[in-house]
């Protein structure tokens, strides 16, 4: 189940053009076709600045609820976070991590409830990344078609990086589908790289208002089986 939860904690990363301002979205969570919980986003733009919430909650016979919120800059159309929070509650008690980034180019500072694990990755490898919930802000967005399925992105969790790639768009109809790979790059131990080190996933964008589009449907394809998020 921890599996699940980092991958859909980082497979819900992709992104960027977007267009709109302010947003908010929530997703039924599937898992082996099972509903088992929800995934809400929200975030929001103003001058220069953005902030973006979401909050996953999973039900069944191991329940978590994982929340992360993220206060950041735009500068030069880039999202630049100025300080990130997450919240953990599993069977195991809660965690929790707070990243604040410096001014300046410079690694993060990362405060942690909880111990941390010997493989985990100290501050300095997470300089110039960004991390989940500014991230997911930009994926729950709606974008132009071209923006949809050309992602290359590295994320830092205060702890671990991840890369993610889309590629491959296949329009259907008025919808367009991309393929992708989420990678386990660094800081994971032995036994949770032998669970996986890659995610294949496939995304469905579907046309809105403007001429855009927006993420309809993510399919994940994880060891304990499939796990489906279909937009309300």
């Known amino acids: 189940m921890k599996s699940l939860l980092v991958a859909l904690m980082t497979l819900i990363l992709l992104g960027t053009g977007a267009e709109a ?6 997703f039924d969570v599937y898992l082996q076709g099972q509903k088992q919980g929800d ?23 191991m329940p978590f609820t994982v929340e992360a919120k993220v206060q950041g800059q735009l500068v030069d159309a880039a999202y630049v976070p100025v300080k990130y929070t997450e919240k953990r509650t599993d069977a195991d008690g809660k ?3 707070t990243i604040t980034y410096p001014e300046a180019d410079g690694p993060p500072s990362v405060a942690r409830r909880g111990e941390a694990a010997p493989h985990w990755l100290m501050p300095e490898a997470g300089t110039g990344l960004a991390d989940p919930a500014t991230v997911l802000w930009q994926l729950m967005q709606s974008r132009l078609p071209e923006a949809a399925c050309n992602l290359d992105l590295r994320m830092f969790d ?3 990086i991840l890369r993610l790639r889309t590629l491959e768009p296949a329009p259907r109809g008025p919808s367009i589908t ?43 394809d994880l060891p304990q089986g499939r796990v489906i998020l279909v937009r309300r």
Not at 21 to 26: F, L
Not at 39 to 61: F, N, T, W
Not at 205 to 214: D, E, F, H, K, S
């Open 21 to 26: 301002a302010s947003e908010k979205a929530r």
């Open 39 to 61: 995934l809400r986003v929200q975030g929001r733009e103003k001058g220069a600045k953005y902030s973006a919430e979401l909050r996953l909650k999973i039900k069944g016979d």
């Open 95 to 97: 965690t929790g991590v």
């Open 158 to 160: 205060g702890a671990r």
């Open 178 to 220: 991309c393929n992708g790979n989420l990678f386990r790059e660094k800081g994971f131990s032995d036994e949770e790289l032998e669970v996986f080190d890659i995610v294949n996933f496939v995304i469905e964008y579907a046309p809105v208002r403007g001429g855009l589009m927006q993420t309809s449907r993510i399919n994940l």
